[in-house]
């Protein structure tokens, strides 16, 4: 949790050298944490503070969302089209449903808006100045703050092979495949004759979102499509939708397995169909998005499936392939799992946001293909982020978003 030092030395450098100062200095990607029950905002380059101001977050009844979110999209001048137009300059958008920042004209210390997160007029402005598209926003209900990751064998950077050998006395020399300029990197050492170059570096390409999460109805059908279509009993779509060319297809397994032919993924299809792929049953997924659009996404295996997950957030900045380098920021956030939730997902043991490496153990749970983490770290760029939760990323998470992933707030103990 950050210290009242901490506000009140980030506060004096924004009175005294102005965040447009602070902004001109910053190369990497920054990221937005709102703390609503300080009614807070702190803007963090990686784990040191930027900026600070103040805020008004949602009243009673018009809640400001807390998750994980990104800036969508940026106006300078924008009106409401909730609320009989009502001005929202220097407007930041984080959800396509109608949250974002903005300028307002009234921000007490309470929540007083209708859900979005208000900000002083002056701050708002340097705050749009400071931002891109693409940069993370973090809303939660108790204050917190991101801190360097130390050991957790995350993704780093690295060059992706070209696609064929190249001799040893070709000329090496910046070319253009397509319409994305690349360019030929060396080791420090020259190769011998016929030796493979090291790499084809895209140039200002958007950097990688990525989410694991728990296997969803829909995910577990493409997993089981792509199982039938192996087993030639399905040739449609991957689409996990329980068309009727998928409930043919299991019908035909089941007859042939011996069991009543339902057309329904049931526990027994899914028990029977992993046996015979010799594959462990679904439980998490793996995918991938990029300048908000998806890329790729696959099956993953999570260990001791059991036990939740909990919410965490990792973000890489000072990104560097050459050295095979990134420096990666995580924090964790609250997320209640209601009962009938923990037991559809088969989870018997919660997770706390607050232990020590929670996020770090989480991710080492989490069974990932070595050729998948190598595409990844292909991908990887200042502002690539990591998702790991258990819940809370389909109701906001679509079209040209980055995932947003939706966290609930813990029960209140009496006392």
Sequence with gaps: MLSKLAFSLALTATTLFGTTALAAENTAPLQIFVSKDKQSLVVYDGDQVVTTSNVSTGKRGHTTPSGIFSIIEKKKTHFSNLYDDAPMPFMQRITWSGFALHESRHVPDYPASHGCVRMPRA????????????????ISDREIAPRAVVDADLFMPRFAKPQAELLSDAELRPTVSGDVEVEVAMSETLPKLGAEAVAALPRNEPPVKILISRATERQKMMDAQRMLSRLGHYDGAIDGAAGAKTRDAIKAYQDLHGQKPTGVMDEAFLVSIHKV??????????????????????????????????????????????????????????????????????????????????????????AIPSETRAKIETMLGDGSSLTITDTGTESETGLGTDFITIVKPLPKTEG
Aim: glycine share 4%; no cysteine; hydrophobic share 45%.
């Design 277 to 366: 792929m010799n594959r462990k049953p679904l439980t998490g997924w793996l995918s991938a998005r990029r300048n908000f659009k998806p890329v790729f996404d696959m099956p993953v295996d999570i260990a001791n499936p059991e036990a939740a997950l909990g919410t965490h957030f990792f973000t890489a900045i000072r990104v560097n392939p050459a050295q095979n380098k990134a420096d990666w920021f995580v924090t964790s956030l609250d997320n209640h799992i209601p009962a009938k939730t923990m037991q559809r997902l088969g989870i018997t043991v919660s997770a706390d946001a607050t232990a020590d490496s929670a996020a770090e153990d989480a991710f080492k749970r989490v």
């Design 123 to 138: 701050f708002a402005k340097e705050l749009f100045s400071m931002t891109k598209r693409g940069f993370h926003v973090v």
